[in-house]
């Protein structure tokens, strides 16, 4: 008789966390190739591969850098692969959970931040028994950089045009099962077609999966839209986004007029149309020398939590990457989610 460890029937239907399958940031680097041999770095960035040709070169270098913004990622909220993938480029997140609510306010505390705009938000006694809070309602929710406040108390929970979500007479600490979703991060995309000097729109890759950009808004009232930043080396420069297009994994902005000509480069070489901080820039650098700095020296091992480990802080001391570390996590700190555990 075969015996082997218990497993429970199982469901018709099966439970499915709703965190999963959030749609999360493209797998771009916060900086390109030219990026970072336009940083006055002092590596040599041009022989990673040994005997390798320009191609195979080129190619080790966007791996690093991508190794490098993840590590960047990691550091600032931990490894959680049950929600979109802990980015700071913009993405859907979606998270639940029992809430409880306090003085009639129902505080949902995100993973990620800054949180940039509320895409929905369910509550009921259950998961299998949800319900949306409403326009009214909504309209109402306030957004923290890493929180959202909605009011839920008294008249609130059964407002014109609402679902009646809880009776007026729930208690003013009661718990609800609440399932949201929001974008987080900075706009992070790349151009996809080349820009004349004095040309107002742009071709970028979509970013929300609909063929728009995630934490990008048009221009509306005092309102100029959202400023982004084609990294072009000397012909670096920022514009405004009038308006959005979208398409299918490509969008086409308006924008104020360009004032330079940005030519695509040679993948895998791409010009960055981001709105990322120049800190984490600057983090992506000093990570992507510590690991070029660091190759072939001895084993890298990813730090654990509280910092590089001590049988690395030697290897990485004598290939004088440690500095390069601290300056990445000291640029990363404003940054970071204390609450989880991170790098």
Same mark, same amino acid.
């Given at each position: ?41 002092? /590596? ?74 509320? /895409? ?14 409403? %326009? %009214?309602?909504? $309209? ?63 071709? /970028? ?37 009038? %308006? ?63 910092? /590089? ?23 990363? $700190? ?10």
């Amino acid at each position: 008789m075969s015996i082997g460890p218990y497993t429970p029937a199982p469901f018709a239907q099966p439970i499915v966390n709703p965190a999963v399958g959030s749609i999360g940031a493209p797998a771009l680097p916060y900086l390109s190739n030219s990026q970072y041999l336009f940083a006055p770095t002092a /590596v040599d960035a041009a022989h990673l591969v040994p005997g390798g040709s320009p191609p195979q070169q080129a190619q080790a270098l966007a791996d690093t850098l991508r190794r490098a913004s993840a590590w960047a990622d990691n550091i600032c909220f931990g490894t959680d692969p049950a929600t979109k993938g802990a980015s700071l480029a913009a993405s859907l997140a979606v998270q639940s959970g029992q809430v409880r609510i306090r003085q009639g306010l129902l505080r949902l505390v995100c993973d990620y931040k800054p949180v940039l705009e509320v /895409v929905g938000i369910d509550i009921g006694f259950d998961p299998s028994n949800t319900t949306s809070v409403g %326009a %009214a309602t909504a $309209a109402m929710a306030r957004i923290g950089r890493r929180s959202i406040t909605v009011p839920l108390a008294g008249s609130a929970v059964s407002r014109s045009g609402d679902s009646p979500l809880l009776p007026p007479t729930a208690g003013m600490a009661s718990s609800v099962y609440a399932v949201w979703s929001y974008v987080s991060g900075y706009p992070h995309t790349e151009l996809v077609a080349s820009i004349a000097a004095g040309a107002t729109t742009a071709t /970028v890759a979509a970013t929300d999966g609909a063929g728009g950009l995630w934490g990008v808004y048009p221009a509306s009232g005092a309102f100029p839209g959202t400023q982004l930043t084609v990294a072009d080396g000397a012909s670096t420069e920022s514009v405004y986004v009038q %308006a959005i297009a979208p398409g299918a994994a490509t969008c086409v902005l308006t924008t104020s007029p360009f004032a330079s000509a940005h030519t695509l480069a040679a993948p895998p070489d791409f010009l960055a149309v981001s709105a990322v901080p120049p800190d984490v820039t600057q983090a992506a650098i000093s990570l992507t020398t510590m690991l070029i700095k660091t190759r072939g020296a001895r084993a890298l091992v990813m730090p654990s939590l509280g910092g /590089v480990p001590q049988a690395s802080r030697q290897a990485f001391a004598q290939a004088g990457a440690l500095e390069d570390w601290d300056i990445a996590a000291k640029l990363l $700190a404003p940054y970071r989610v204390h609450s989880k555990g991170v790098l």
